[in-house]
């Protein structure tokens, strides 16, 4: 059964690793925290081998990730151990995609036109983009026509 949930990563735990009768084993755990209802609640997931201990390295605390896990319970002495074992991991951090403007970059001669990301730049160059407020901050300027 495959089971997904998003959160943020509030705690990693460190990297175990040992050898048993199939060879060398790493995992690690990390505490994700989710919303659920009117209260955050927190999960306790792992990673196993050395491939997903890496993988989960590019993390840091605070990313906000959508992680896929599978859950496995597996019985010792008359007690029952559950495992919620991470097999994918995505960020939930926004995808900025690259659009062009339509403006050539500053400095760019011959365009016509000129765009600057800086408000007080594009001010003091009269294109129009960015007017001055009352209080002398730089506003942008409202061209819609409705």
């Not at 990313?63 to 002495?77: A, L, W």
């Not at 991991?89 to 050539?104: D, L």
């Not at 730049?121 to 409202?142: K, L, Y």
Request: hydrophobic share 30%; charged share 25%; proline share 5%.
């Amino acid at each position: 059964m495959a089971l997904e949930i998003e959160g943020k990563i509030i705690r990693k735990l460190g990297v175990q690793s040992g050898t048993s009768a199939r060879g060398d084993w790493s995992k690690q755990e990390f505490i994700i925290e989710y919303q659920e209802g009117n209260y955050p609640s927190q999960a306790c997931l792992s990673v196993w081998g050395a491939d997903k201990v890496k993988e989960l390295e590019k993390y840091q605390i605070g990313d906000k990730v959508k992680v896929s896990f599978n859950i496995s319970s597996r019985e010792y002495n008359n007690r029952w151990y559950t495992d919620l074992r991470a097999w994918k991991i995505e960020s939930e951090a926004p995808v900025v995609e690259n659009y062009t403007t339509g403006f050539a970059p500053t400095g760019v001669e011959g365009s016509g036109n000129t765009y600057s990301p800086n408000p007080a730049e594009a001010a003091s160059t009269g294109h129009g983009f960015v007017s001055e407020g009352s209080n002398g901050n730089a506003q942008p300027e409202d061209d819609l026509p409705f």
